[in-house]
């Protein structure tokens, strides 16, 4: 069974890899397993999910115009709350900066804090800045006529690449790719990683 972070189906795995439909049921699980360990592998490299879902997550009032979110492209954004205040949604904006993760407001989020110490000094306040919002890519396999997908067609070519160099790696052992169990496939691209798969991914890496 595909996860719920698979990059690409198992319809599609099995084109790239030249596979008929009547392929066996052990044959469609070990691809199954394979898509959802790169899949995994890609997203442990860009550093957040993918797929496209909802967040509710709170950021620290340090004044500046660039809101920042931790999961982008942004889609939409429910609503911002500063100090449990809702701000009006038109006094900010993501609509050129989605794909980065940005909301910005011209007149800057909240600055809040408290003066503490011998020297007097502003503390900025944690978690004052509420955000409700919608970010990630539309899946493969959650693509439909009306909400197409949206992933990069980049990022899944390299689950096409992973996949098909692990696939072609059991044909090729001394026993034959039908002699394998699904708990014996092991991932050892973070051992010898190629360069091409790295740069790619640094693409949609923040820094």
């Not at 026993?175 to 640094?202: C, H, M, R, Y």
């Amino acid at each position: 069974m595909l996860a719920h972070n698979a990059l690409t189906t198992l319809d599609r795995m099995k084109l790239m890899l030249d596979l008929d439909d009547e392929i066996d049921e052990r044959t469609c699980a070990l691809i199954e397993l394979l898509i959802n360990k790169a899949s995994s592998w890609v997203e442990r490299q860009v550093g957040r999910p993918l797929g496209k879902s909802t967040y509710r997550e709170f950021y620290d009032a340090d004044g500046q115009q660039e809101l920042v979110t931790l999961k982008y492209p942004i889609v939409s954004v429910d609503y911002v709350k500063e100090a449990g205040r809702l701000v009006p949604p038109a006094l900010y904006d993501y609509g050129q900066t989605a794909n980065i993760g940005v909301i910005y407001r011209d007149d800057g989020w909240l600055r809040a804090g408290y003066r503490r110490g011998l020297a007097n000094d502003i503390i900025e306040s944690k978690r004052s800045i509420e955000v409700c919002y919608t970010a990630g890519y539309v899946l493969p396999k959650d693509a439909t006529e009306e909400e197409p997908q949206t992933l990069p067609a980049d990022l899944e070519g390299l689950v096409w690449d992973m996949v098909s160099q692990a696939y072609a790696n059991m044909q090729s052992g001394s026993q034959g790719l039908k002699s394998f169990s699904i708990s014996d496939v092991s991932w050892t691209f973070d051992k010898s990683t190629p360069e091409a798969w790295l740069q790619l991914v640094n693409l949609y890496r923040r820094y």
